[in-house]
């Protein structure tokens, strides 16, 4: 084998390493996207039935909005964000891809900072949310 078919041979071993790493980073994707989806399902859930349970036992009868909507509605954020994530790590996939057989590649810091930022804040949100609760129940 000549020198020349060595590199290219081990820049087509490396290129395949990072194929495999960029399918292992979209799956992990995925993977969380299907955690934030379950968690607004739980969300959402969990408000509806504090709002049944409101209803059942009446406790609407003051005026009061039933409890349980902002648990609704942080669901429906978090099943939005985890649905967002799905569609934007298939399209995150495929930029990688292309760069990676163009040899181009470049992290995506400022993406990864924004979206973790963004988990925080709705995870902080959600504590505050499960606190209020448990203060307004004692």
Not at 76 to 83: D, P
Not at 85 to 110: K, L, Q, T, V
Request: glycine share 14%.
């Amino acid at each position: 084998m000549s020198r020349g078919e060595t590199t290219a041979m081990s820049r087509s071993k490396g290129r395949v390493g990072d194929h495999l790493a960029n399918e292992r980073t979209f799956l992990a994707w995925i993977r969380t996207a299907l955690g934030l989806i379950g968690l607004g399902f739980v969300l959402a859930r969990m408000g509806l039935f504090l709002r049944n349970l409101a209803m059942a036992g009446e406790l609407t009868r003051d005026g009061r909005v039933p409890p349980g909507g902002e648990f609704l509605v942080i669901g429906l954020v978090f099943l939005a964000l985890g649905t967002a994530i799905c569609g934007w790590s298939g399209w995150f996939y495929e930029r990688n891809r292309r760069a990676i057989d163009e040899d181009r590649y470049e992290p995506a810091r400022r993406r990864v900072l924004t979206l973790t930022t963004i988990v925080v804040i709705g995870g902080l949100i959600i504590f505050g949310l499960v606190l209020w609760q448990l203060l307004l129940e004692g």
